[in-house]
């Protein structure tokens, strides 16, 4: 079996919303026997996940699938190599910056052991 990296995109959409539209990248692990099936197992995966719910404005919210956009090989990856990258653009810097430190330490407490 080979081991695949696939990038799932999912829209996210809120009935009757005055919401800037979202959209959902998942990376995930698919193992498979090669690209095409890897590919076909990705989108299953995709199609499985879509799901709504009423949030708590009583709006239907949807996850939509829309499609496999991304998936790497394993097999040949090699310690600390890019596999893919996201450049994100925000009006306030510091208010990012200190969202990703955030996310860090929560990465970083979760790792602790307690005896």
């Known amino acids: 079996m080979q081991q695949y990296l ?25 193992e498979s026997t ?19 719910f009423l949030n708590k404005d009583n709006k239907l919210v949807s996850w939509k699938f829309i499609d496999v956009v991304e998936l790497f090989p394993l097999k040949n990856a090699k ?9 994100h653009e ?9 969202f990703v430190r955030e996310k860090s330490m929560m990465l970083q407490v979760k790792s602790l052991t307690f005896a």
Request: proline share 0%; no cysteine; hydrophobic share 35%.
């Open 6 to 30: 696939a990038k799932l995109m999912f829209n996210i959409d809120v009935e009757q919303g005055e919401y800037d539209a979202q959209f959902d990248e998942q990376v995930r692990i698919i």
């Open 34 to 52: 090669d690209f095409e099936t890897a590919f076909q197992k990705a989108r299953s995966i995709g199609k499985n996940e879509e799901s709504s």
């Open 79 to 87: 310690d600390g190599e890019q596999l893919f990258s996201i450049t």
């Open 90 to 98: 925000e009006q306030n810097a510091s208010t990012f910056i200190n």
